[in-house]
């Protein structure tokens, strides 16, 4: 063993120290590693930074940027009502159903995007059926860990994998060449779980909940809000038509706010924010807050509006549209002293103020007059995307909390069948192969920017970056592993290893030591040791590549025993309340089954 070999070995080791015990974040000691393998000798700078211009790279971003988009535009949220339709009052039908269409969005997206896309989702199903987080969490990880052996692009160490067959001159996988392993494997997997959640059941423990934002309902009662609310369409003979919301000064002249309107488009509905230049037309709907006593019967005939039903309490029913935000006086506000009116909170931040808390009393009635005090509460309505600006002017008014729905309130409404098209267009981009699956993904990141999906400010908060400098810092070690010979000494070891077992014991041991490695790092870090190690070993046996990468490429997506294996595992980790022994109870069963599976099959549809 040479002096590089063993500063590089050294380095690895220190990395998987890091990494085990979590201190300092992942990235971070990839960054580190980044910057000392140079130090060696063995690559310089340019090989290091080399991950940044690397194609996978690249493809695992964008797809961050896709699963944004399906967010943006309520495809997600959409899943997740059907889910719960469909799952009725069983438990064993709507864990089925999770984890079939978690698997499902996974294969065309990054399983850690579509965690975090769900978990909001499973939260809401759990509080809507009364059952724990914790019966539904576990299912989560695993159907988005499963989800990266179904396609290539699902996870990052499946990209990592057939990078390292490219690099050695070999032809990739398919976008769907993985899927008939990972079928049965997902399969036996929801078996095994609707079997196994039993071993985790536990009453909650103390501190472990996760908080939860008020209802709009809660807010509702808490400001005294129920039947104030009213909806009105303005007729063609009302006085209204053609007036400005200025020149009629509802509030002033009758004590009425016009919380929002709806107004007919060419093909769908829209609610606009009311503006002191907004021209009411004839059909706009009017939604009112009299927060003095009004005759509204009078008002009604004065101005030619036609009443309409309610479908939830104060407008919760156009909570898509329509939110509220409580907010407190600080200190040093300019509105300590003024009434709600004379402190022009509307015109400066095109929200209503509709609720009046001081200490534990509301003052519903007495809204419009009251002088503000340091420590009022107010609550505001009005369209989200006014709110979204309060919070990020703090000066004046101090946030205080949002409602849940403000959770599931799409960004972009409207423009799901967009969203959708883009992602059909990569995916038979991706299938005839007339691009790189690289720029397939590109062109659906540019279609979703083109039609209004995602903006660029969100496209760039969605890219997880760790996850991103975790790759781009790890790669370097395949190569300085290879110019070193370690690939090869591994390869040697390995073989050695196994002796004259035969090449299913090969792959069984190259199975157990990837998922042993992914125990302390994470498993796209295992991916980028291991895929070189692979490749080594089917060229000293003389035989093909793909049984060897594929081996790889399922045992880093079975990170199901601890919860740093994968950030798919740390993310529901708070929400379902788990130890580090729940996973391990799960998880390591269902390890020796996957590779017992594996060892069966991969030889059988990848002959060596």
Not at 77 to 91: H, N
Not at 200 to 227: C, H, M, N, Q
Request: aromatic fraction near 6%; hydrophobic fraction near 55%.
């Amino acid at each position: 063993m040479t002096l590089e070999l063993q500063l590089v070995l050294g380095l690895l080791l220190v990395a998987i120290a890091m990494f085990a015990l979590g201190k300092p974040r992942m990235d971070a000691v990839a960054l580190l590693m980044m910057a000392l393998l140079p130090l060696t000798g063995v690559i310089d700078m340019d090989d290091a930074l080399a991950g940044f211009s690397d194609p996978s790279v690249v493809l695992i971003a964008a797809l961050f940027v896709v699963g944004e988009g399906l967010v943006r535009t309520g495809v997600a949220q959409r899943l997740g009502d059907w889910l719960l339709s469909r799952a009725a009052s069983s438990e064993t039908r709507l864990i089925i159903l999770l984890m079939v269409v978690v698997a499902g969005v996974g294969a065309v997206m990054s399983s850690t995007a579509v965690v975090a896309i769900f978990i909001p989702i499973v939260l809401r199903i759990a509080r809507s059926t009364g059952i724990s987080p914790g019966r539904l969490m576990m299912p989560l990880s695993f159907a988005a860990l499963h989800s990266g052996m179904l396609t290539l692009i699902a996870t990052a160490p499946n990209l990592v994998v057939n990078s390292e067959l490219l690099r050695r001159g070999h032809a990739g996988f398919q976008l769907f060449g993985i899927t008939p392993f990972g079928l049965p494997l997902l399969a036996i997997g929801i078996a095994y779980l609707l079997v196994a959640l039993r071993w985790i059941e536990k009453p909650a423990r103390a501190g472990g909940t996760v908080r939860i934002r008020p209802f709009l309902s809660e807010w509702i009662d808490k400001y005294e809000l129920a039947d104030r609310e009213h909806r009105l369409r303005v007729v063609a003979s009302s006085p209204m038509v053609g007036r400005t919301l200025q020149e009629l000064d509802l509030r002033g002249a009758s004590g009425v706010n016009i919380i929002a309107i709806e107004r007919s488009g060419r093909f769908a509905n829209h609610v606009l924010s009311p503006q002191p230049t907004t021209q009411v037309e004839e059909g706009d709907v009017l939604f009112l807050d009299l927060a003095t006593e009004v005759d509204l019967e009078a008002l009604r005939l004065r101005l030619g509006l036609e009443p309409l039903s309610l479908s939830g309490a104060y407008f919760s029913d156009q909570s898509q549209d329509i939110g509220m935000v409580e907010v407190m006086i600080p200190p040093d506000s300019r509105f300590i002293g003024k009434t709600i009116v004379e402190a022009k909170i509307r015109s400066q931040y095109g929200l209503h103020v509709v609720g009046l808390r001081r200490g534990h009393t509301s003052l519903g009635k007495a809204l419009l007059e009251t002088r503000l005090r340091l420590g009022d509460t107010l609550l505001l309505a009005g369209r989200w995307r006014q709110i979204r600006r309060v919070q990020s002017r703090g000066e004046e008014l101090i946030v205080l909390d949002l409602p849940a729905e403000y959770e599931e309130v799409i960004a972009a409404p409207g423009r799901a069948p967009h969203a959708l098209l883009a992602l059909g267009v990569m995916i038979v981009l991706m299938l005839a192969g007339v691009v790189t699956n690289v720029l397939a993904a590109l062109i659906a990141c540019l279609l979703m920017g083109l039609t209004r999906c995602i903006t660029l400010d969100s496209a760039y908060r969605s890219i997880h970056w760790q996850s991103i400098m975790l790759i781009v810092g790890m790669l370097p070690f395949a190569l300085a592993l290879q110019r070193t010979g370690g690939v090869e000494l591994a390869a040697n070891a390995l073989l050695g290893l196994a002796g004259e077992a035969g090449p299913r014991t090969i792959l069984a041991a190259l199975f157990v030591i990837t998922v042993l490695m992914g125990l302390f790092i994470s498993n796209t870090a295992t991916a980028v040791l291991m895929a070189p190690v692979a490749m080594g070993v089917a060229e000293a046996m003389n035989a093909s590549p793909y049984p060897f990468a594929m081996t790889v490429a399922i045992a880093a997506s079975c990170a199901f025993m601890t919860p740093v294996s994968s950030p798919v595992n740390t993310l529901i980790v708070g929400p379902g309340d788990y130890r580090f022994s729940d996973f391990l109870k799960i998880g390591a069963p269902y390890t020796v089954i996957a590779l017992a599976i594996s060892v069966a099959l991969i030889p059988w549809l990848l002959p060596l």
